[in-house]
């Protein structure tokens, strides 16, 4: 026996013939807009180059001796982005104490996304062992993405301690108190900063809150082209429309701290700031015709299978059958991008820790879930 999952609905999940008209099920009535209206995306990071297809839970890490200042930034980030972990240390050692071991973890995370992928490729299922991973495979926070750090720190320089940070992947953010081209050129050139910040300016705390949020948002080299192959090449056509990212990647920031984006089934992976998953599916709206022909076959013909092929509401069946839960539900859906070539329907999965073998599933008794 192996820790696994077991895996179910909501409480609140409306059964195979979908709500009554008109009622949102108070399982994702908080988060999915009603259907037929669209993803409402608040927080666009903008100026951040396309959408996460992996995204971590926000970490950042400060070095600054200016406890003032330093005390100020993270403020301004935790109001800014809900769920984010914010480090202040006050010297070049405590910094390098606490980056350093996250080298080796950044790796193991890597290689456990790989061996789900590698494994997929050889014909077993993705969301199934992602969720597992995801749910109970390594800490969160463990790692940090920002690191924002002064040029100007009592023992080592914020460049030294750069250099002596190799193979740190995350994004590194220089501040120093003059405008100094020599010291950025330095840092640029010698490729150990990704950004160099001012910090004496009037607005230097919000343009260096802002600055690490559109960092948070950019997509991690290595990550972005492992998930980016579980796509299809339509499916990665439409995620890279700037009108498409924009809008699921806000939507996403603003209900959730982590997120998967996968091609098999295609959706998101998303877990909210109490740790609950989501399961975002994406329709391209070519492909409504065959989902609404597939749901004529699943229901026994109390819902009109017009309103799957309008996008109205999408049956959740692919996404069931790669957790290996029985049924089909039809779910309120809404609109993505401007020509509404996407379709988009949240569902709310609730995890139970338990001594299963991987790759069985079955039905809780407690508040009727599966």
Not at 350 to 358: C, K, S, Y
């Amino acid at each position: 026996m192996r820790t696994g999952l077991l895996i179910s609905l909501a409480s609140g999940q409306q059964p195979a013939t979908g709500p009554p008209p008109g009622v949102v099920p108070a399982w994702h009535a908080a988060a999915v807009p009603r259907a037929g209206g669209r993803l409402a995306a608040h927080r666009v990071a903008s100026g951040a180059p396309g959408l996460p297809l992996y995204q971590p839970r926000a970490s950042v890490a400060c070095v600054d001796a200016d406890a003032a200042f330093m005390g100020a930034l993270c403020a301004q980030l935790l109001c800014a982005l809900p769920g984010v972990r914010v480090r202040h240390f006050m010297s070049a050692a405590d910094g390098l104490a606490a980056l350093r071991p996250e080298v080796t973890r950044w790796e193991a995370a890597l290689r456990a996304q790989q061996g789900i992928i590698a494994a997929w490729h050889c014909g077993q299922p993705l969301l199934e062992p992602l969720l597992n991973d995801m749910a109970f495979g390594w800490p969160r926070h463990v790692s940090t993405a920002v690191l924002v750090l002064d040029q100007d720190l009592p023992e080592l320089t914020g460049l030294e301690m750069l250099a002596d940070l190799s193979g740190w992947p995350g994004w590194r953010v220089l501040t120093a108190a003059s405008d100094n081209p020599r010291l950025a050129l330095a840092g640029f050139n010698a490729d150990l900063i990704t950004r160099f910040a001012r910090k004496r300016s009037g607005d230097a705390v919000h343009t260096l809150a802002r600055l690490v949020e559109v960092l948070l948002a950019t997509p991690q080299p290595r990550q972005q082209q492992l998930w980016q192959a579980t796509l299809t090449p339509a499916q990665a056509a439409l995620l890279a429309r700037e009108d498409i990212a924009q809008e699921i990647g806000g939507y996403l920031r603003d209900r959730f701290v982590e997120w998967v984006v996968v091609g098999d089934p295609f959706g998101v992976l998303a877990f909210d700031l109490m740790g609950g998953p989501y399961w975002l599916q994406l329709e391209p709206r070519g492909d409504l015709p065959a989902l609404a022909a597939l749901w004529r076959h699943v229901d026994d013909g109390t819902v009109d299978p017009s309103v799957v092929e309008r996008g109205e509401q999408l049956p959740n069946l692919s996404m069931r059958r790669a957790l290996g839960l029985p049924g089909c539900d039809l779910v309120p859906a809404c609109a993505v991008g401007a020509d509404g070539a996407l379709r988009a329907a949240l569902t709310r999965l609730q995890l139970h820790a338990a001594p299963v073998p991987r790759g069985r599933f079955r039905r809780a008794a407690a508040n009727g879930d599966w």
